[in-house]
């Protein structure tokens, strides 16, 4: 395999109503950028519409462009990961397929990443049309509260886009766990990284493949993927409650010797529920930290690919294939840049 200039990755879920908008965008953009040295490979994450038949369609006639169909829905970070591990190109474009992220800042990104020197040039929004006053405002906590949780320093009000460089990837592949937060693995990575300023745009059509459920468990990723500190917080509460209960036990002491009645049954039913209720809560993000042990310990594969239509760095491919480099290359977790499970040709 050649390298291209520039690869561009995109995550796809259900988005047969944005997939063509978005196609004639990012081709005109990195046309402008780099001329005829690109890739774009969109990958498809299990989607219920037309997603892949469009895919399918759109590689036929476009030789730059690999469509990727995933076995099943394995995630927004899992998908992102499956086009990485398959892109070739020097510097890698990662845009999510709603065009919230505008194609065209992309010759804009390229120049900062020269003028930085830098190896990750990562978007910071400014604004954000479109969305409701819940989304903004939990999204602006998640982020404050991160930076103050998390042990490296993630950058506030970012998402995945960003530009990187194939140093910067390779390093990022390097990476095996299993639950993923791509934007924390990017920031932990370091090298050189450079913000750039951008007002995100209103989704171009169809409906978030975010909801409520997925953004908390995407925060719980977050937070028990790059910080101790609820575990230290447990520690912390445990030794708050036991200089309680020393002071508690002193009063209880005094209080026989003085002969004083003790009473208040509705202070002690009220002190059982608060010892319950911080027993549970500690109790709970143990469990997390433990599912991520077992999780991490059964050592499967991140994604598994179905099929493949389109061009792998520049080589054709149409069907039920394996990765260019051959049928067992990427099959096991232990190879460096290739995570996922994909079937023998």
Same mark, same amino acid.
């Given at each position: 395999?050649?390298?291209?200039?520039?690869?561009?990755?995109?995550?796809?879920?259900?988005?047969?109503?944005?997939?063509?908008?978005?196609?004639?965008?990012?081709?005109?953009?990195?046309?402008?950028?780099?001329? +005829?040295?690109?890739?774009?490979?969109?990958?498809?994450?299990?989607?219920?519409?037309?997603?892949?038949?469009?895919?399918?369609?759109?590689?036929? &006639?476009?030789?730059?462009? =690999?469509?990727?169909?995933?076995?099943?829905?394995?995630?927004?970070?899992?998908?992102?990961?499956?086009? @990485? *591990?398959?892109?070739?190109?020097?510097?890698?474009?990662?845009?999510?397929?709603?065009?919230?992220?505008?194609?065209?800042?992309?010759?804009?990104?390229?120049?900062?990443?020269?003028?930085?020197?830098?190896?990750?040039?990562?978007?910071?929004?400014?604004?954000?049309?479109?969305?409701?006053?819940?989304?903004?405002?939990?999204?602006?906590?998640?982020?404050?509260?991160?930076?103050?949780?998390?042990?490296? *320093?993630?950058?506030?009000?970012?998402? *995945?886009?960003? @530009?990187?460089?194939?140093?910067?990837?390779?390093?990022?592949?390097?990476?095996?766990?299993?639950?993923?937060?791509?934007?924390?693995?990017? +920031?932990?990575?370091?090298?050189?990284?450079?913000?750039?300023?951008?007002?995100?745009?209103?989704?171009?059509? &169809?409906?978030?493949?975010?909801?409520?459920?997925?953004?908390?468990?995407? #925060?719980?990723?977050?937070?028990?993927?790059?910080?101790?500190?609820?575990?230290?917080?447990?520690?912390?509460?445990?030794?708050?409650?036991?200089? #309680?209960?020393?002071?508690?036990?002193?009063?209880?002491?005094?209080?026989? @010797?003085?002969?004083? #009645?003790?009473? &208040?049954?509705?202070?002690?039913?009220?002190?059982?529920? =608060?010892?319950?209720?911080?027993?549970?809560?500690?109790?709970?993000?143990?469990?997390?930290?433990?599912?991520?042990?077992?999780?991490?310990?059964?050592?499967?594969?991140?994604?598994?690919?179905?099929?493949? +239509?389109?061009?792998?760095?520049?080589?054709?491919?149409?069907?039920?294939?394996?990765?260019?480099?051959?049928?067992? +290359?990427?099959?096991?977790?232990?190879?460096?840049?290739?995570? &996922?499970?994909?079937?023998?040709?």
């Amino acid at each position: 395999m050649s390298p291209l200039p520039l690869s561009i990755v995109v995550p796809c879920y259900n988005e047969e109503a944005c997939l063509r908008e978005l196609h004639v965008r990012l081709t005109r953009a990195a046309a402008a950028a780099v001329g +005829a040295g690109y890739e774009i490979v969109l990958v498809n994450d299990g989607s219920r519409d037309r997603t892949w038949e469009i895919m399918r369609e759109l590689a036929t &006639g476009e030789p730059r462009l =690999v469509a990727v169909n995933l076995s099943r829905n394995h995630g927004h970070q899992l998908a992102l990961t499956a086009g @990485l *591990d398959l892109c070739v190109g020097q510097r890698i474009l990662i845009i999510d397929a709603d065009l919230q992220d505008p194609p065209e800042l992309l010759s804009d990104m390229m120049a900062e990443m020269d003028k930085q020197q830098a190896d990750v040039v990562y978007a910071v929004r400014r604004a954000r049309a479109g969305e409701t006053a819940f989304k903004k405002g939990s999204a602006k906590l998640f982020y404050r509260t991160l930076s103050r949780l998390a042990d490296i *320093d993630i950058p506030r009000d970012t998402g *995945d886009f960003r @530009l990187m460089s194939r140093r910067a990837l390779d390093a990022l592949l390097s990476l095996p766990e299993q639950a993923r937060f791509i934007r924390g693995l990017v +920031a932990w990575i370091g090298f050189r990284q450079a913000p750039f300023p951008y007002d995100r745009a209103p989704r171009h059509a &169809g409906e978030t493949g975010y909801p409520l459920g997925k953004m908390i468990r995407f #925060a719980l990723d977050a937070v028990t993927g790059f910080s101790t500190a609820p575990l230290r917080f447990a520690s912390h509460v445990g030794l708050g409650l036991v200089g #309680a209960t020393l002071v508690l036990v002193i009063y209880i002491v005094y209080a026989f @010797l003085t002969g004083q #009645a003790i009473q &208040g049954w509705t202070s002690l039913m009220l002190v059982v529920v =608060v010892l319950g209720t911080v027993q549970m809560f500690v109790l709970g993000m143990i469990g997390e930290y433990l599912g991520r042990l077992y999780i991490e310990a059964k050592r499967r594969p991140l994604y598994i690919v179905q099929e493949i +239509a389109g061009r792998v760095g520049g080589e054709p491919v149409l069907g039920h294939v394996a990765t260019p480099q051959g049928a067992d +290359a990427i099959a096991t977790s232990e190879t460096p840049g290739g995570r &996922g499970s994909l079937p023998s040709a």
